[in-house]
């Protein structure tokens, strides 16, 4: 099957002059290759700069050459006619009651994505990142399915979603003691797997020791279950995995996850068990969201306790976030908790996700991004204007 291009559309001869090329998300060596192709650095002497530019960037957050205090005037100089540094434009940015926060950041025209920090999650806390603008899967109970895919991706533009919740959180220089975000999620809009190459690349730029570094076993890849990749997600970035399931046949898996019409859920399984390193201290994590009436019964609880025998796994019950015009209702808290207990006395940790960010769509299954959006300053006026007529 032909891949689908959701690549930008290329600059015609007609464009104005080339913008300067972001160094941001460029794996080491895609760095070390742009400072050479450029001819501002002789190839003996390109690993070396690459690797003083590298700490820059990504330990010290910087974003103009000049303050490359370790590297020629005249050579900053040069790198800054031919390269950037800029972060992308921050749209908006909302803060929760409970301090959540998220961002809408726009890539480019008609090009905006949300990501979200959630604090005290995992061990401090946690980035869910996207990694496509809109999203193709049309799961019904997310209201990121409701938004036409628009493209994948970059791994700058992956990468860039981090910087910028490091700028807000000002936690640069890189430090590995008392930081509060240590654990990043892929999570936010779009199917990982279906960008598996940008992911791969942004990963490895995250996971780097001498930059971001946030380890491997604290990078999390979700995906809905498009089964051909999952072996190959561990065994190219050894991210720990999550599975998008809810719930344990084909007939309701079919309504709420569509793909699994595709990959029905003993194909998925199969891929799992395949997956790299699992074993206690790698669990795969299976993501449940409860919807009332819908998959939430005790025979449904069971029924999961067996579909997970042999693997090692824990649950994540997720009470189901309601947005404008969902279907679904949330299960009550009562049946979550019954539904945790047995899946609990099945051998299983089930942790209830405390809904985070709810009061501004930051929380799970809520993002969606659109260009139509107003600006932050037009909505707020909007609103005013509408609280105060004439």
């Avoid at 895609?30 to 050479?36: M, N, P, T």
């Amino acid at each position: 099957m032909t891949a689908l291009d959701l690549s930008l559309p290329a600059a015609s001869a007609a464009d104005a002059a080339p913008q300067a090329k972001s160094l941001i998300g460029l794996t080491r060596e895609g760095l070390r290759a742009a400072l050479i192709e450029s001819g501002l650095v002789d190839e003996k002497k390109a690993r070396m700069r690459a690797d003083q530019l590298w700490r820059w960037i990504y330990h010290y957050g910087v974003t103009d050459f000049a303050d490359m205090t370790d590297v020629g005037k005249e050579l900053r100089g040069r790198l800054a006619e031919r390269f950037t540094l800029a972060r992308p434009e921050l749209a908006d940015k909302q803060v929760s009651n409970d301090g959540t926060v998220k961002f809408l950041i726009r890539f480019a025209p008609g090009v905006e994505a949300e990501s979200v920090f959630i604090p005290d999650v995992g061990k401090a806390g946690a980035l869910c990142v996207s990694s496509q603008v809109g999203c193709t899967l049309n799961c019904t109970f997310c209201h990121t399915g409701t938004q036409a895919l628009v493209r994948n991706l970059t791994a700058e533009e992956i990468v860039a979603q981090v910087m910028v919740a490091r700028d807000h959180l000002e936690e640069w220089p890189t430090s590995n003691e008392n930081r509060r975000l240590t654990n990043i999620v892929f999570m936010g809009m779009g199917e990982p797997l279906y960008n598996l190459d940008q992911v791969d690349n942004a990963i490895a730029v995250i996971a780097d020791g001498d930059g971001l570094s946030i380890s491997r076993r604290r990078i999390t890849v979700s995906t809905a279950g498009v089964v051909p990749k999952i072996p190959e997600l561990g065994e190219r970035t050894s991210a720990m995995l999550a599975i998008s399931l809810h719930a344990t046949n084909d007939d309701l898996r079919n309504e709420l996850v569509p793909l699994n019409k595709k990959y029905p859920i003993a194909e998925l399984f199969a891929a799992i068990r395949a997956y790299p390193g699992l074993g206690n201290a790698r669990r795969v994590t299976f993501e449940y969201v409860m919807l009332k009436g819908v998959n939430d019964s005790e025979a449904e609880a069971k029924a999961l306790v067996q579909l997970l025998k042999g693997v090692p796994a824990k649950i994540n019950l997720i009470p189901f976030n309601p947005w404008p015009d969902s279907p679904y209702e949330c299960s009550d808290w009562d049946t979550i908790e019954a539904f945790a207990e047995v899946l609990n006395r099945g051998g299983y940790a089930s942790p209830i996700r405390t809904p985070r960010g709810r009061d501004i769509l930051a929380a799970c299954g809520q993002l969606r991004s659109e260009s139509k959006k107003l600006r932050a300053s037009e909505r707020r006026k909007a609103e005013q204007d509408a609280a105060n007529p004439g």
